[in-house]
């Protein structure tokens, strides 16, 4: 898979099947995941608060959460699907690249679902093994506005 | 189906010394009385004066279904103004926030109002000469929410004329803004970062009661805990630890770690959970901080005001501070099942960069509609929704460590787990609606 449209097009599908170790592996030691609270206008994850931002610890946790039959919001459980645009390549420069890829997303659980709808933006680096992630930011359509609980990964 | 307009009697019934009824989280009809009487008689939390730092600034908020506007005036005063033309109702602004310069222009006629609501001007003046326009409500400029007090940049609301004093309605509670503020050594906080807003299905008091509820930790939020503790496992305590883990393993503390921290409730359903130390306390200290706020408020109050650190301070009906991580949330009622939750984050004037990320992490990790902690509460929330609708049992149990003689003194310390600090609120429910509904008899 060298072409990182590939890579971002695996990335959501291995979310979707809830496959949350394979998916994680896919970041960077300093990876991180990142919903800015001002979507596109956001500028840093500092000055401003973010719906998340995690770096693999957190991502950890988050992914062992979920796993463990105490996480009573997964009683039922929710399931994803991300129908993605075809991603843009913005730039490339060595080992790196950076690419746009508009978005929905639902989510289900129950009787209820919530749809999102934004545009991802990953960095990537290029490792011996493939693609790593070392930024999936998220850039939701209204990210400031009102929301329900987002329980999954966009 | 009316039931309970113009029946306080049966409104003050809901509420026994030791449980309520369902009906108080169900019926459309009670929330519709509270926002008629208990939020309007109340003082309510609507914004921070920050937000409007500059003359003609404005900030919008729908207060007990009232839409209202924060004005920073010329002289430097906030004013609230209902947002709501003279003319025929159109609102004068529809962003959330702003500035509207040196005046008010309403876009459908094009009628003026001075930033204090005063009139100013209107088109074709002449065709209004010789009517009544002048005197009746039309003619007098916006209308203006009379009981207004900024406290410490805090901006509170009564929208009713009767009712108490600010003062009298907080009381001592008010310790916990001072405690707040006076963390930063310049006795200035600005709001920070934004504002997470989640919406729950729920009964807005069920949120409230939440917020005073400490055996829920341990079983609600295990699956992040547990998480959080095989993550960490291997360290030392004494290790230092992520902001995260810092603040989310001390979720899983113990019953007796929150029996301990122990809880006071004052008059009028406001209370302070975690009076003696809270799961705030163990951050880590910064020296040079504490120096700052030694040499800004004397030894004595810097060492008072770092050593309190509750878990939460209940200024009800709607807001809920934390003084330690700086945060603030606030309960906006939308419907019998509905409620907007939004968490603040606060800057302090001389304090270092860390608090503020403090507060932006903790909101994050706890209040975010992507929270790590948050998902298991909003889930039991919307499940007691549920839950409540069935018959047989309709009542909801508060009857944790109930004492007959709690109800004869205002302000009680007691355990961190006695179920009064709810009894406490539902009382201060009972009473605000009774005397809402007698006055409008
Ligand atoms: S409604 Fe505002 S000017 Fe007519
Ligand atoms: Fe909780």
């Known amino acids: 898979m060298t072409d990182p449209r590939d890579f971002v097009a695996h990335e959501a599908a291995l979310l979707d099947e809830r496959r949350l170790d394979d998916w994680l592996a896919l970041f960077a030691e300093d990876g991180h995941y990142w919903v800015p609270l001002l979507g596109a206008a956001q500028a840093d994850p500092f000055s401003h608060n973010s719906l998340a931002y995690e770096d693999r610890l957190l991502l950890q946790l988050r992914v062992d959460r979920l796993k463990n039959p105490r996480a009573h919001s997964q009683h039922p459980a929710s399931h994803s699907q991300h129908v993605l645009q075809p991603s843009r390549i913005e730039r490339e420069e060595g080992d790196e690249a950076w690419l746009r890829t508009p978005f929905l997303y639902v989510e289900a659980r129950g009787e209820n679902q919530i749809l999102l709808s934004g545009t991802a933006r990953h960095h990537l680096v290029r490792t011996p093994t493939g693609w790593s992630i070392r930024e999936k930011r998220i850039d939701l359509l209204n990210a400031p506005r009102a929301l329900p609980a987002i329980q999954l990964f966009i | 189906m009316t039931i309970y307009r113009n029946r306080p009697d049966l409104v003050a019934a809901l509420v026994q010394d030791d449980r309520v009824h369902r009906d108080l989280y169900l019926s459309e009809e009670l929330f519709a009385l509270e926002q008629e009487n208990l939020f309007a008689n109340t003082w309510v939390f609507l914004g921070h004066a920050s937000q409007v730092p500059e003359a003609g600034d404005f900030v919008t908020q729908d207060i007990a279904g009232r839409p209202l506007m924060m004005v920073r005036q010329p002289d430097g005063d906030v004013h609230v103004l209902y947002n709501r033309c003279a003319h025929k109702g159109t609102q004068l602004v529809t962003d959330e926030s702003g500035n509207t310069g040196r005046f008010f222009r309403c876009p459908y006629h094009a009628w003026t109002y001075k930033l204090d609501g005063a009139p100013l001007g209107l088109p074709l003046k002449n065709g209004y000469e010789g009517t009544q326009l002048k005197a009746c409500e039309s003619g007098q400029g916006l209308s203006v929410v009379k009981h207004v007090k900024v406290y410490r940049d805090f901006v509170f609301v009564r929208l009713s004329d009767t009712g108490p004093s600010f003062e009298d309605y907080f009381g001592e509670v008010l310790g916990a803004i001072d405690n707040m503020v006076d963390r930063s050594p310049e006795g200035k906080l600005t709001v920070g970062g934004g504002v997470l807003r989640n919406v729950v299905h729920c009964n807005w008091k069920m949120y409230l009661e939440n917020i005073n509820d400490t055996v829920h930790p341990m079983s609600t939020h295990e699956s992040a805990t547990k998480a959080a503790e095989a993550l960490w496992e291997g360290h030392a305590p004494t290790d230092p630890k992520p902001m995260a883990m810092e603040q989310i393993l001390p979720f899983g503390s113990g019953y007796e770690f929150f029996d301990k921290m122990g809880g006071r409730v004052f008059a009028n359903g406001h209370s302070v959970l975690g009076v003696n130390f809270s799961i705030h306390s163990n951050y880590a200290q910064l020296p040079e901080y504490e120096a700052a706020m030694r040499a800004a408020h004397g030894e004595a109050r810097a060492t008072e005001i770092l050593q309190r650190s509750p878990q939460n301070s209940v200024f009800y009906p709607s807001l809920s501070v ?89 302000t009680v310390t007691t355990n961190g787990t006695n179920e009064l600090l709810m009894r406490n609120q539902f009382r201060a429910w009972a009473k605000s609606m009774a005397a809402g509904m007698e006055a409008a008899a």
Do not use: C
């Open chain 2, 322 to 410: 934390k003084g330690s991580p700086q945060a603030i949330r606030v309960i906006r009622p939308l419907a019998a099942n509905r409620t907007l939750i939004e968490a603040w984050s606060f800057r302090a004037a001389g304090a270092p960069a860390l608090l503020f990320e403090r507060a932006m992490s903790y909101n994050r990790l706890v209040f975010s509609p992507m929270s790590v902690v948050a998902h298991d509460d909003v889930h039991l929330f919307e499940s007691i929704q549920q839950g409540l609708r069935a018959g047989g049992n309709e009542w909801v149990s508060l009857h944790r460590n109930y004492d007959p003689a709690e109800t004869q003194q205002a």
